[in-house]
C-alpha cells in the first residue's frame, strides 16, 4: 500500500512531537529565564546541547519527510509509482533476507544431522572393530588350541588304524602286520569268531563295522564278515568280486549295518585322493552313490555309514552322499555337512554324522534321537568315532566322552591311545569295553603298534601310505612328501 500525503504529514506531526518532548527542558528553563527565573547559563547551555544533540536523527527525518511531501506536491503519480518500488524492494529484501535465514537454519540443520551422522558412522565402525577384534583374538585362541592339539591328535592317530572294533567283534594289528581277531556274532551264536583273520598278513590298516576290510601293504584290500560266510554264498562272490578289483588304496572303512540284512559299505581311499565303495545297497541303485563317490577328488580321510559316505578334503571341507530316508524321522539331514569346515576328522555313524575341527571341538548333524548329536559343548577332543546311536571322543588327556544311548560307559576311562566302537586302547596295550563279553581280553596282550611303524615296515610313504617311488618320493599328488 503506497503512502500517501495523509501519512506523510501524520510522520512529521509525530515527529516534531517527539522533538518537541526533546527541547521542552531547554524552552521551559528558557521561559523560566525570560520570566525572570533560574539564569543558571551553564546549565542552560548544557540543556541545550543535549537537546541539540538528542534531536540530529530526527531532524534528518523530518528534513526527509518534507523532501517527500515535496516530491508528493510536485508529481503525487510519479510519487506513487517510486513508493510502489521501493515497497517491492523492501517486501524482495524482507524475502532475501528470510530466504537467507532459512537456508542458514537449513544449512545448522544439515551440519547437525551430518554430524550425527558422522557420529553414528564412527561408533557403528568402532563396533564393527571390537567385534573383528575379538574375533581375532578368539580365532587366535581357537588358532593357539588348534596348534596345541595338533602334535597330540598326530600322536594318538598312528594307532587308530591298528585297533579297530566293530558290533560284537575286534581286530588288532601285530608288528608283522598280522590281524588278530576276536569276537561273537548275534546271528551265529555257535560260531566263535566272526572275522577269520588269520590268513591275513601284511596288513598296515583294519577297519571294523558289521564286517572287517584290511588294507595291504600293496593297496589292495581284504575283508571278511557276515556277508563272507559260506551261507551267502552269492553275496560273497558279489562283495569279493567288488573288492578284489581295489589298487592303490590307502585307507579303509567298513560300516556298521543298515537295517536290512547284508547292507553295509565298505569304503576305500585311493592314493590320488579319490574314493571308491562298495556296499550292496550301493549296487541296487539304477544311479548308485557310487556315481557320486566316483566323482569326489581330494579326499584325505574317508568313514563308511550305514546309509551313507562321507569325505574329508583337503582344505577341511566335508563331502557326503547317502540315503537320506532317514532323516524323514526327525527331520535333520546326516548329509548336511555343507557349512563344515577346519575339519581333521570326519566319522559316520547309523544316521549321524561327526566332524572333528582342528580346534578340539565336535560337530554333528542327523538323527538325534538318543542325544547323538549333542556334542556342542565337546572341547579338547583329538578323535572321534561316531557309532549307530552313539558318539564318542577321545580327547587330549586321554579321558573318553560320550554322547547318546548308554552314554556313561566310558566315565572312568583314563590313558586312552585310540578309541573304536565302544572300546578304548590303553597306553598299556591293554583293552577297555563296554562289551560284556570278555573276547576282548584275548587282544589286550599284543604288543602295541603304530601305523608308522607299519608303514616304514613295508616301505610306504610314513605320511599318507601310499607307495614310494624309486627315489623314496611319495607318489601320492595329494600328499607330495
Ligand atoms: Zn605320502
Not at 521561559?31 to 551553564?42: A, F, H, I, K
Not at 546541547?49 to 526527509?64: E, T
Not at 591328535?153 to 572294533?165: G, I, K, L, T, V
Not at 575283508?223 to 559260506?230: E, H, P, S
Request: overall charge positive; glycine content about 8%; hydrophobic content about 30%.
Amino acid at each position: 500500500m503506497p503512502r500517501t500525503k495523509a501519512d506523510i504529514e501524520r510522520d512529521i506531526e509525530s515527529c516534531s512531537k517527539r522533538l518537541q518532548e526533546i527541547w521542552k527542558p531547554f524552552n521551559e528553563y528558557e521561559s523560566n529565564r525570560l520570566r525572570g527565573y533560574g539564569g543558571d547559563r551553564e546549565y542552560q547551555m548544557s540543556l541545550e546541547n543535549q537537546a541539540r544533540n538528542n534531536s540530529v536523527g530526527l531532524r534528518n527525518q523530518i528534513d526527509r519527510l518534507r523532501d517527500e511531501l515535496d516530491e508528493y506536491s510536485r508529481d503525487p503519480v510519479a510519487y506513487q509509482k517510486k513508493q510502489v518500488c521501493i515497497d517491492e524492494n523492501n517486501r524482495r529484501e524482507q524475502e532475501r533476507i528470510a530466504k537467507e535465514n532459512r537456508r542458514e537454519q537449513e544449512r545448522i540443520a544439515y551440519e547437525k544431522k551430518r554430524e550425527q551422522v558422522r557420529i553414528s558412522v564412527e561408533k557403528l565402525h568402532e563396533q564393527n572393530r571390537i567385534a573383528k577384534m575379538t574375533e581375532i583374538a578368539s580365532s587366535k585362541s581357537n588358532f593357539e588350541i588348534a596348534q596345541k592339539l595338533k602334535p597330540i591328535r598326530e600322536h594318538f592317530s598312528q594307532y587308530q588304524d591298528c585297533f579297530s572294533a566293530g558290533n560284537g567283534h575286534m581286530s588288532r594289528l601285530t608288528s608283522d602286520g598280522n590281524v588278530v581277531s576276536g569276537g561273537i556274532w548275534a546271528n551265529f551264536s555257535n560260531r566263535k569268531v566272526l572275522c577269520n583273520t588269520q590268513n591275513w598278513h601284511k596288513v598296515v590298516a583294519i577297519s571294523s563295522g558289521e564286517g572287517t576290510i584290511g588294507l595291504k601293504a600293496d593297496g589292495s584290500v581284504i575283508a571278511d564278515g557276515c556277508q563272507f560266510q559260506k551261507e551267502n554264498l552269492h553275496i560273497a562272490r558279489e562283495y569279493r568280486r567288488a573288492i578284489n578289483s581295489w589298487y592303490n588304496i590307502i585307507a579303509v572303512s567298513a560300516s556298521c549295518s543298515a537295517d536290512y540284512p547284508f547292507d553295509y559299505n565298505f569304503v576305500g581311499l585311493k592314493s590320488d585322493g579319490t574314493v571308491i565303495a562298495y556296499g550292496h545297497k550301493f549296487n541296487r541303485k539304477p544311479v548308485g552313490y557310487s556315481a557320486v563317490i566316483a566323482r569326489w577328488c581330494n579326499i584325505v580321510a574317508i568313514s563308511a555309514g550305514a546309509f551313507h559316505v562321507i569325505g574329508l578334503k583337503k582344505d577341511g571341507t566335508v563331502v557326503a552322499v547317502g540315503d537320506r530316508w532317514g532323516n524323514q524321522r526327525n527331520g535333520n539331514d546326516f548329509c548336511d555337512t555343507r557349512d563344515w569346515r577346519e575339519m581333521v576328522a570326519v566319522s559316520a555313524g547309523k544316521r549321524h554324522t561327526v566332524g572333528l575341527k582342528a580346534d578340539g571341538r565336535v560337530v554333528a548333524v542327523g538323527d538325534n534321537e538318543d542325544g547323538q548329536c549333542e556334542t556342542q559343548y565337546w572341547e579338547n577332543v583329538v578323535a572321534i568315532s561316531a557309532e549307530p546311536s552313539q558318539t564318542i571322543g577321545l580327547k587330549a588327556n586321554g579321558t573318553v566322552v560320550a554322547t547318546g544311548k548308554n552314554k556313561g560307559f566310558c566315565t572312568n576311562w583314563k590313558d586312552i591311545l585310540a578309541i573304536s566302537g565302544k572300546s578304548g586302547l590303553k597306553t598299556d596295550g591293554t583293552i577297555v569295553s563296554s562289551y560284556t563279553a570278555d573276547y576282548y581280553k584275548d587282544l589286550s596282550n599284543i604288543p602295541l603298534v603304530t601305523k608308522i611303524q607299519l608303514r616304514e615296515k613295508f616301505k610306504l610313504c610314513s605320511y599318507c601310505g601310499s607307495k614310494l617311488s624309486f627315489s623314496k618320493k611319495c607318489k601320492s599328488p595329494i600328499c607330495g612328501k
